[in-house]
């Protein structure tokens, strides 16, 4: 079975990493939309409404393994699966993301869609932390709230080991 796992807030502690991103540039909140025409934030324009330039945020997206949850060995126990990650946002800062996290290698594949569903190229199974991304893509999934439920859950729903 493939199965498409969204990257942030399910793989990846967005939440504490924007906290950490605010301390290490100089964003900040802002009123202005920082969303791209397609919904998607936008480092650009948040650099662009904090007042710095947007290398800065790039230059901070570094060594982010910390922000890896820390059940995401247990993906292991889907080895019979085909995993690959299906996140949306903007490509370059997505990509940048997950490089920096150090566990696209885990993936078969990576797809950041910007547009439309995450039911891309055959996916068979999505987990994600937006039921409305699971309703959009119109294939089974499992909704992820890190605040109830893990990996281990992922696992159990996905047909891996118990």
Known sequence: MKIGIDFDRVLFDTDRFNEYMKKETGLKHVEENVYDER???????????????????????KDLESFVYDDIDLL??????????VTRGEEKYQKAKIEASGIGDIFEEIYVVQEGSKDVDGLEFLVDDREEEIHRAGIPGLVLNREEHGMKHVVKFAGGKK
């Open 39 to 61: 919904g998607c934030y936008s480092p650009e324009k948040h650099a662009e409404a904090s007042g710095i330039d947007v290398k800065e945020v790039y230059d901070a997206v």
């Open 76 to 85: 292991e126990d889907l080895e019979s699966h085909t995993l690959v990650i």
